[in-house]
């Protein structure tokens, strides 16, 4: 038997002070660029956020903002798709799209070097798409055909019924920001050119980050808004959670062996809550020690303790056009009520006792050492400046809110929880077999 040395546990350390990399600010055209230094970063990250997106959609078709955002690489006035593509891959580039509520953004990252054709790619995606027959008839076919099977999944039927319930279904707020299998079949390319030509000419802002020591922000502005206009609409009207919501919501998928629970209600914004004076970071703690890691309070009851899930999970999202806080899990069907039942028990127990001193250390200190790390490659740091454009924000926010985790005490945790979450606001949506839990959950009495 050999003998075998164990080497000494490092001993922890005080969680240290981040920096967010310095930001550049300036105008091109009719367009803004924000651009954050990263010195020696090999990799450039250019994304252009427009601010229009599916609160702009005509009624009855939903999701058609992110259909024709997702077309936008999907042949160009100068390229097939197919050719387009290609020269995405010569540029050792990667190719992203995302659509919110209010925004479209496109985004492309790729060796620095190669930023100004990049900035060029971009720039025919967004300014000259082709939108020809056949290319939008494929695409919104291969639309639909995702859309059916991500709804042959659990969850989209839940959270479906959770919007519904607190914004009202009758509202674009109150369905899926993406659709669903019956909108996406009623798309078409005359609404597709449509949506482009009256919400996505804008010159919008373009996002940078790289080295900009080699790196010709002008250049790249130039090259991406071109003669583009300024924005000139107002902000779309914003949408209004119901009054007095039905405190119970259920999606009916017969003979499934699981139920998927999303219980929520509306929260201010990130703007909103600041006028209010809640504190986001102490919020944010909180929410990571009631439902935000696998230590969690609600993750430990739920799974640890009594078994009905391999996971939950809550949280606060302060985003646009109106936050929200949502409680989520999949917990077997005969276990559905209880799980309910439980969740909502483990969030009343935190409001009423609030975090310990040992959650808040271990959380700060993990949530602290998270920072840096999620924030190594351009593209983590660009969707910092995405949610500084969103919710303006100062610059320097990340710092700041860096630096208000390390000092946010206990009272100012539970102080904060406690100002933005309401047990008796929380909506209860779940989508499982109506036959089995139907009864259950309505002794529940919400």
């Known amino acids: 038997m050999s003998n075998s040395v164990l080497a000494a546990r490092p001993d922890a350390v005080s969680p240290r002070p981040y920096v967010f990399p310095e930001v550049h600010t300036l105008e091109v055209g009719n367009g803004r660029i ?18 229009n997106g599916a609160l702009r959609e005509p009624d009855s078709l939903d999701g058609l903002a992110r ?25 050792g580039g990667s190719w992203s799209v995302d659509t919110g509520w209010e925004t479209v953004r496109l985004s492309i990252d790729l060796p620095v070097a190669e930023a100004a054709a990049g900035a060029d790619l971009l720039a025919e995606a967004v300014r000259t798409p ?14 639909v055909a995702a859309k059916v099977e991500s709804f042959a999944r659990p969850g989209p039927r839940a959270q479906a019924a959770l919007r519904g319930a607190l914004y009202g279904a009758d509202t674009r707020f109150g369905r899926l920001a993406g659709g669903d299998p019956q909108t996406a079949a ?15 000419r804008e010159a919008g802002t373009l996002l940078i980050v790289g080295d900009l020591e080699q790196l010709d922000l002008t250049a790249l502005g130039r ?69 935000g890691s696998f230590t969690s309070r609600l993750n430990h009851e739920l799974r640890e303790v009594k078994g009905y899930t391999y996971g939950a999970h809550a949280g606060f999202d302060f985003g646009r056009p ?20 439980d969740s909502l028990r483990v969030i009343r127990e935190f409001i009423d006792g ?10 700060r200190a993990y949530l602290a050492g998270a920072t840096p790390i999620g924030l190594q490659t351009a593209g983590a740091v660009g969707s910092r400046l995405v949610e500084m454009v969103r919710h303006g924000l100062p610059e320097d926010y990340v710092t700041l809110e860096h630096a208000r985790l390390l000092e946010v005490t206990l009272d100012d945790v539970n102080a ?22 139907g009864g259950p959950l309505a002794a529940l009495a919400l």
């Open 322 to 341: 109106i936050g929200q806080f949502t409680a989520s899990a999949d917990v077997r069907t005969d276990a559905t009520a209880d799980a309910v039942a």
């Open 354 to 363: 609030g975090a310990t001193s040992d959650e808040l250390d271990k959380t």
């Open 186 to 200: 009623a798309l078409n390319a005359e609404a597709v050119r449509a949506f482009h030509a009256t919400w996505l």
């Open 67 to 91: 259909a024709t955002a997702g077309l936008l690489d999907e042949g160009t006035a100068k390229r097939s798709a197919d050719d387009f593509g290609t020269a995405v891959e010569s540029l």
């Open 34 to 51: 924000l651009a954050a230094h990263l010195p020696g970063q090999p990799i450039a990250w250019l994304s252009l956020l427009l601010g």
């Open 130 to 143: 082709a939108f020809t027959d056949t290319d939008v008839k494929r695409y919104l076919a291969d639309l």
């Open 223 to 291: 090259a991406i808004f071109g003669d583009s206009p300024a924005a000139t609409a107002g902000a779309a009207p914003r949408p209004e959670p119901v009054r007095a919501p039905d405190r119970l919501a259920l999606a009916d998928r017969p003979g499934a062996v699981q139920s998927t629970l999303r219980i929520g209600h509306s929260t201010p914004t990130r703007a909103e809550a600041a006028e209010q004076g809640l504190d986001v970071v102490a919020l944010r703690v909180g929410a990571t020690i009631l439902g």
């Open 416 to 437: 904060a929880v406690r100002a933005a979450l309401r047990p008796e606001g929380l909506v209860v949506a779940v989508e499982g077999d109506a036959s089995v839990v």
